[in-house]
């Protein structure tokens, strides 16, 4: 069973490092690759790019909680409930499943 999760390369694990410039304030945020390319496929999706998604994901946060605590993690998880929800629209792109689960 870990072999297929030891065969990845590790550019897909590898971090990468990007600026933002997220409520007006420029940030970085650090993250694997491979949740990079699932932010950009999410963004994508939206009609946003990844900026603008992070942003209005940030911005709805910090409406409905108050604060932002940890926004890397909250982009992984949001990747993986993405992943999770996209097997059960069965290609339905209609909503966003990323902004929906945040409900």
Known sequence: MCRIF???TPERYAYETRSLRIGGHCT??????A????LEEIARQEGLSVAKFATKL??????RH????????????????????GDRMQGDR???PVLMAAE
């Open 6 to 8: 030891a065969e990845q």
């Open 28 to 33: 970085s945020l650090r993250l694997e690759a």
């Open 35 to 38: 949740f990079w390319a699932i």
């Open 58 to 63: 940030h911005d709805e946060v910090l409406e």
């Open 66 to 85: 108050g604060e932002v605590r940890n926004f890397a993690s909250l982009l992984r998880c949001s990747c993986l409930i993405y992943l999770s929800q």
């Open 94 to 96: 209609a909503a966003s």
